[in-house]
Nanobody, 130 residues
Framework: VQLQASGGGLVQPGGSLRLSCAVFGITLDNYIIGWFRQAPGKEREGVSCISGSTGSSYYGDSVAGRFTVSRDNSKGTVYLQMNSLKPEDTAVYFC????????????????????????WGKGTQVTVSS
């Protein structure tokens, strides 16, 4: 299983970016796919998660209402649309996945417990600055 995150960059406060996570080696239908981020000196935190089977989505409190996660199972790709970006959104963003059929795996849990994610991609840097 491999994941490749892309789409990061430099954006001004209030701007938007769309991240992509291409997933190889699995069928999204059987997995949950999460977005996490890590700022310098901080713990990695859950940003969003989507069920590959139902499309149900979950968000961390700091991004709810500004970020939207979606998926295209035919392309094996998950997206994170980030609007109204703030300087505190600056971080390296990672995507990760885990089999939804494994006991204890759920998107709701993934937001607060990254340890349940089995496979991780390399991150993409997002910098929000004027």
């Amino acid at each position: 299983v491999q994941l490749q995150a892309s789409g990061g960059g430099l954006v001004q406060p209030g701007g938007s970016l769309r991240l992509s996570c291409a997933v190889f080696g699995i069928t999204l239908d059987n997995y949950i796919i999460g977005w996490f981020r890590q700022a310098p000196g901080k713990e990695r935190e859950g940003v969003s998660c989507i069920s590959g089977s139902t499309g149900s989505s979950y968000y961390g409190d700091s991004v709810a209402g500004r970020f939207t996660v979606s998926r295209d199972n035919s392309k094996g790709t998950v997206y994170l649309q980030m609007n109204s970006l703030k300087p505190e959104d600056t971080a390296v963003y990672f995507c990760a996945t885990s089999n939804r059929r494994r006991v204890g795996v759920s998107c709701r849990r993934a937001i607060g417990d990254r340890s349940i994610m089995d496979y991780w991609g390399k991150g993409t840097q997002v910098t929000v600055s004027s």
